[in-house]
């Protein structure tokens, strides 16, 4: 595997010294990678240029991309490229669940936060960060100086989980604090009522927001496969129970899926763009999400 492209591995990605080098690495290793796929194009200069679309001047077309990527692509003036996003991030109890072999969800949820918000910063998009559980603990606007960077890995940096999670809360709450229109990127377990959820991702939807929304969870969230004797502790209410996993498994994983299938409807409905994110997966997968997404605003 090439040097960079082995950063995309959550638990390599762990070992390195300093969220600032994390992010760095991440995304070299996805832009290397984008030369081999099929968004190839998108790492020449993506932050000077988008694909042609019809109606574009064709006096804009960079002939020279074109030469090295065999694909149609017009250079974009500073007012076209910029991006105003927001990344909230969940640092409530629950995100700070890891199940061995794995890192915790909410220092995932770190490195993923500090991945786009490098990126988005090297394509002089306006960056903010947010950290919430059942309240806006952080809240940082969003801003495109490359010293604000600092500031948003500083916060990032160590994070850890505090109180119970009241997402459709926190989101109301930012949605009232978020001024200007744009972006808004949530990585979230969503341990929260459905209801109340759909009903913050209506309010960033009424001020005219796009949305993505990464559903985190960790394998075991998904498969339940543990012991057959298991002592389970609601990370937030503390409560516990000795139960026989085996015999929980069935219903367990159908409740997980008609739970993960009922967010991802919600979000169909109101054009919010959903994906379940799973601790073990390369950070590659979300980033050609917000990649593709990005091309498309």
Known sequence: MDDH?????????????GIDLKARMVVEGFITGLHK?????????????????AGDEVKNIDWKVYGRSNRYYVKQYEE???????????VSASMGFASEGHIPKVEYASYLAASLGYMMMKQ????????YDKEVKTYLPSKSKPSYLNLILKTLEGIETTDETHTASALDQLADQIKRRGLIIIISDLFDDIESISSALKHFRHKENEIIL?????????DFDFGRSAKFIDLESKEEMVT???QLKESYQKAVRD???EIKNICYSQNVDYNLVVTSDPFDKALREFLSKRAKI
């Open 5 to 17: 492209r082995k950063y995309l591995d959550p638990k390599a990605t762990a070992e390195l010294k």
């Open 37 to 53: 796929s099929p968004y190839h194009g998108f790492s020449v200069e993506f932050a000077e240029h988008r694909p042609y679309r």
């Open 80 to 90: 076209e490229t910029n991006l105003r996003a927001t990344i909230l991030v969940d």
């Open 124 to 131: 002089r998009d306006s960056v903010g960060l947010a950290l």
């Open 214 to 222: 990464f559903q985190l969870l960790d394998p075991r969230e998904l």
């Open 244 to 246: 026989n996993s085996h």
């Open 259 to 261: 739970f993960t299938d």
